[in-house]
């Protein structure tokens, strides 16, 4: 079973950046969507952004114009750029990755955190 390893967390101070990436321990083929999640503490996990594999990207409101997600490859399939960074941007951050046979794939998260 593949799995994903993601990296690039850590902490920053507001108004930093951070570069997420997503590793894949084999290759996936078929990729169809790619994406970025976050989970809060107390809270549900979000959507912070998807991509296609037509290219159609999706960013939750909070992060537009702040973060840019990018599709890579089969070992690497997704990077998020993230600047701008906010206190409430504050979560563990989990790659995803959804193949056009139906199977789904999840890291184990990555801390990120803002603060000063």
């Known amino acids: 079973q593949v799995q994903l390893v993601e990296s690039g967390g850590g902490l920053v101070q507001p108004g930093g950046s951070l570069r997420l990436s997503c590793a894949a321990s084999g290759s996936i083929f078929n990729i169809d969507v790619v994406g970025w999640y976050r989970q809060a503490p107390g809270k549900q996990r979000e959507l912070v952004a998807g991509?296609?594999?037509?290219?159609?990207?999706n960013y939750a409101d909070s992060v537009k114009g702040r973060f840019t997600i990018s599709r890579g490859n089969a070992k690497n399939p997704v990077t998020l750029q993230m600047n701008s960074l906010k206190p409430e941007d504050t979560a563990v951050y989990y790659c995803?990755?959804?193949?056009?046979?139906?199977?789904?794939?999840w890291g184990q998260g990555t801390q990120v955190t803002v603060s000063s």
């Open positions: 991509i296609t594999s037509g290219g159609n990207t």
């Open positions: 995803y990755v959804h193949t056009w046979v139906n199977a789904d794939y």
